[in-house]
């Protein structure tokens, strides 16, 4: 499993955000649809209906906010007090409804601007038709498949992106 930009690739499964557990809330992007997981959002909304995929709540990366999770993490532990774990937002619209579903963040201190970027570019292409959508998310789920050494390096993942937005 990697970590691409927005993306959790495992063993062939795309998700936005990490992938979840058990009842825990996320996106999988699947060859028919985008699947809700977790209580209480698990539904699938076509790919036929689907007309924008987009994101919110994205928490990009800055010396500021690596330093304000240093001293909130050092807060909750000396205090004893826990916190949820950092979600976004994944905004599907159809024709008939916008539906916001939660994904927790897989990135510790945030996403690069430019991964960010080029993950927004990539949910833009899966909404421009059927043969791109395939052929995008073939291209992820086969990358996922074939890689076996964790999350790669900051060039490699962009360039992936690139890729798998269409700006290679």
Do not use: N
Request: hydrophobic residues 45%; contains cysteine.
């Amino acid at each position: 499993m990697a970590m691409v930009g927005l993306f959790w690739i495992a063993e062939g499964d795309v998700y936005v955000g990490s992938k979840p557990s058990g009842l825990a809330p996320g996106v999988r992007l699947t060859p028919e649809g985008v699947a809700g997981l977790g209580h209480p959002q698990s539904g699938l909304w076509l790919w036929d209906d689907v007309r924008a995929l987009t994101v919110e709540d994205v928490p990009v990366k800055s010396l500021k906010r690596q330093v304000g999770m240093v001293v909130d993490m050092a807060l909750t532990v000396g205090l004893g007090g826990g916190e949820d774990a950092p979600s976004m937002t994944v905004c599907v619209e159809t024709a008939d409804v916008e539906v916001e579903l939660t994904a927790y963040v897989a990135a510790a201190y945030g996403y690069s601007q430019k991964e960010y970027d080029l993950s927004r570019a990539v949910l833009a292409r899966l909404t421009e038709g059927a043969a791109t959508l395939l052929t995008t998310l073939s291209a992820m789920a086969e990358w996922g498949r074939s890689h076996e050494g964790g999350t790669p390096r900051k060039e490699l993942r962009e360039r992936l992106l690139r890729e798998w937005a269409g700006e290679a």
